[in-house]
């Protein structure tokens, strides 16, 4: 088995069983949400595409124009709207938008557990694997750059560290995983933490 397939294994591995759903607020237990709060739910597409020495997960640093999460890097996704039969279809939808990912183009592979972000929504993390090759065109609007992180890189707990920054004055801690110039962190970096688990527990 190469590397690539030993790769596509185990993300297939990481869709199976049980999930735990995580939170941006999983490092600050002292966080008091409301009981009543409402979640938007959207899709994200963790999209993997075959390199020269293996994997790459697909990413996107967003626009600073965008009211949530301006700048900072994310996977292709958004909330599920009235046309979008649940976050699959949503994330699939989005991937397409931003970055001119054909649905057709992308095998899926499964879901992961929800995740809440501090912006109020329900993200459905949606493992894809992209068998044909496409020419990635960002939405001038949503997406700033188009860029790929090696497998190994996402897949390691390793990389994984805890920082933190004020947040409506109190510390809030996140996961982090800088790649090169990309500071991959918050709900992204939360995600991909949580299929590093899954992948290398």
Known sequence: MSRT????????RAVTGEHTPSSDFDLNPETVLPPNRK?????????FLPGENGLELLLTKRSSRLKHHPGQIAFPGGKVD????????????????????????????????????VTGFLA???????????????EPGEVAE?????????????????QWRRWRGQRRYYYTAPFGPYYIWGATA????????????
Do not use: N
């Open 82 to 117: 009235p046309v979008d039969d649940g976050p699959v279809d949503a994330a699939l939808r989005e991937a397409h938008e931003e970055v001119g990912l054909p649905r057709e183009a992308v095998e899926l592979l499964g879901t992961m557990a929800p995740h809440e972000t």
């Open 190 to 201: 939360r995600m991909l933490r949580a299929l590093a688990g899954r992948i290398s527990p």
């Open 124 to 138: 459905t993390p949606v493992l894809g694997l992209v068998r044909d090759e496409f020419d990635p065109i960002a």
């Open 5 to 12: 397939e030993d790769q596509i294994a185990a993300l297939r």
């Open 146 to 162: 188009i860029f790929r992180v090696p497998f190994d890189h996402v897949t390691d707990p390793a990389r994984y560290s805890i």
């Open 39 to 47: 979640l938007r739910p959207a899709g994200v597409l963790a999209a």
